[in-house]
């Protein structure tokens, strides 16, 4: 049996608001460890614009660099190096490190005119913005750091299937089966095969690799692997097929810890910084416009345009704003926010040579069902990057170094004295209900908005920046589809999340010890 986390996280969630509300001015957390160094960064990459012919496509290295970052990043999240000083200016994260230097575009030159403004340079943003350019939409495109600074350039890379935390069974469960096949079909398929369209159509590189695993922990989670694989083909899709413990060890993961697994044909991983660097290529060859180092302080909608205030100027859109910012989407939506931030980590190993394949031998990307994931994958050079935990605080890089060495060492104990040389940490979010809330005003010239990831928005991201510009040109109601779900609302949400995230995570956590078999993921 599948415990119902949502209903669980909503209850609990709203009795810690009420309960710790006194609490909220905790959410400081770790700063980064160059954040000094980062803002001077910021300042001096500031350039001229590059047109279609001066900026290059984004080309993966055979391993990674050691080089400073390039990209202003939030002071409250950070990069480590295990060779970087604490006096060196702050290090590149490995997707960085592992790609040519690319340049920045440049602060918005002074007020503008175009058609729809979208604010937030990630994947949903860029993939927003190409497929409108691609349909001969005029669109400029602002980011507050750089391209690739938020949670687009610093997540695992998993591309799974489902809508943030709804898999299969819960959209059976909440939808009309039509309705929950056409929602799984655009989370899933759809997904995949929109990274692999734009991949293809404009030829860059961002290691897209097909398949996934998902790892058994406890011998009473097959039967939540067997269930959703069986809502999966309800909905259509056979992507997935359950294995026992000996072919998964044998063929799969060499590791004791696990039960069994679901085998997904339909997932996989890529390297995100380069998947995000390809789109923007292609948008600006497109005739697209990027502008960096310039945040949005205001939305102001109005009869026949909607404005988009910077300290630089103002925009002035004729058809959409498309709101892309992620975990800071409250600084300009009305209400309660529906979201709570949360702090993520990933690390990488230096190459570990043959060793790799033996530990993988599928090569495939993992993650498995405790109730605080580990998830890991082969990159290139033979390195292993390993992610897990979720915090309401800025772990810092030695606490979340020692975790995930001792996880590492936890899954694969015949790998000898593990190393890292590589791990940062980013700001993700999660709705209560566990679907990404998406948002379009009513306004002549409408503000589109998504948000709540709950860190498996990869493929997602890019598939809604698709049915954002098909709703805006009027191809088909994809958008209006997923704007259907109700959201509670959230007050404080952003300042609880210190105290709110470990109180949901040991509640879970009781709960899973007195009832092990039941899966229950954060």
Not at 95 to 117: K, M, N, Q
Not at 437 to 458: I, L, T
């Amino acid at each position: 049996m599948t415990l119902n986390r949502r209903e669980f996280i909503f209850k609990t969630a709203a009795a810690s608001t009420v309960a710790t509300a006194a609490t909220a001015a905790s959410a400081v957390g770790a700063l980064g460890l160059w954040p000094a160094t980062a803002r001077a960064l910021t300042n001096a990459n500031a350039s001229v614009p590059p047109h279609d012919a001066m900026l290059p496509p984004a080309r993966l290295l055979h391993d990674a660099q050691p080089t400073p970052t390039r990209l202003g990043i939030d002071p409250r999240i950070w990069n480590w190096r295990r060779d970087a000083q604490p006096t060196d200016p702050m290090p590149a994260n490995y997707y960085e490190a592992s790609l040519s230097e690319w340049p920045a575009f440049g602060t918005l030159p002074g007020d503008l005119d175009c058609e729809v403004v979208i604010i937030g340079g990630g994947l949903l943003g860029a993939s927003t913005a190409l497929h409108l350019a691609e349909a001969g939409v005029d669109v400029v495109l602002i980011e507050k750091d750089h391209i690739g600074s938020g949670a687009s350039g610093r997540n695992g890379g998993q591309m799974t299937p489902g809508l943030a935390r709804w898999e299969a069974g819960t959209m059976l469960d909440k939808l009309p089966l039509d309705d929950a096949r056409r929602l799984w079909r655009f989370a899933s398929v759809e997904a995949m095969e929109t990274v692999d369209g734009l991949r293809d159509r404009y030829g860059f590189d961002c290691d897209r690799r097909r398949g996934h695993v998902t790892a058994a922990v406890h011998g009473g989670h097959m039967g939540a692997l067997v269930e959703n694989a069986d809502a999966r083909r309800r909905l259509g899709d056979e992507a997935v097929k359950i294995i026992g413990r000996h072919e998964l060890k044998d063929r799969y993961v060499k590791s004791d810890i696990y039960f069994g697994a679901a085998i997904d044909s339909g997932g996989g991983q890529v390297q995100p910084l380069a998947l995000l660097r390809g789109l923007i290529h292609a948008f600006v060859k497109l005739g697209g416009r990027v502008y960096d180092n310039t945040a949005a302080q205001a939305i102001e909608e109005a009869p026949g345009d909607t404005r988009v205030t910077t300290a630089q100027g103002t925009i002035r859109a004729r058809r959409a704003v498309v709101l892309a910012v992620h975990s800071a989407t409250f600084q300009f939506m009305p209400g309660s926010s529906t979201t709570v931030p949360f702090f993520t980590y990933v690390a990488v190993t230096p190459p570990l040579g043959d060793t790799l394949n033996a530990l993988i031998p599928s090569g495939l990307p993992v993650y498995d069902t405790q109730l605080q994931i580990d998830y890991y994958r082969p990159v290139r050079n033979n390195r292993l990057l390993f992610g897990g935990q979720g915090t309401g605080n800025s772990w810092s890089p030695r606490d979340v170094n020692n975790y995930l060495l001792d996880r590492i060492k936890t899954v694969f104990p015949q790998l000898e004295n593990p190393a890292l040389e590589y791990s940062w940490s980013g700001i993700s979010d999660l709705t209560l209900n566990g679907a990404t809330d998406s948002r379009k005003s009513a306004g002549d010239v409408p503000v589109y908005m998504v948000h709540g990831w709950s860190g498996h928005g990869v493929a997602q991201t890019v598939r809604i920046g698709r049915a954002i510009s098909d709703d805006l040109t009027g191809r088909n109601s994809d958008y209006a589809m997923l704007t259907r779900f109700d959201h509670a609302g959230i007050p404080l949400g952003r300042h609880l999340s210190p105290v709110a995230i470990p109180l949901i995570k040991g509640a879970l956590g009781v709960m899973g010890i007195l009832n092990p078999a039941d899966m229950v993921s954060f």
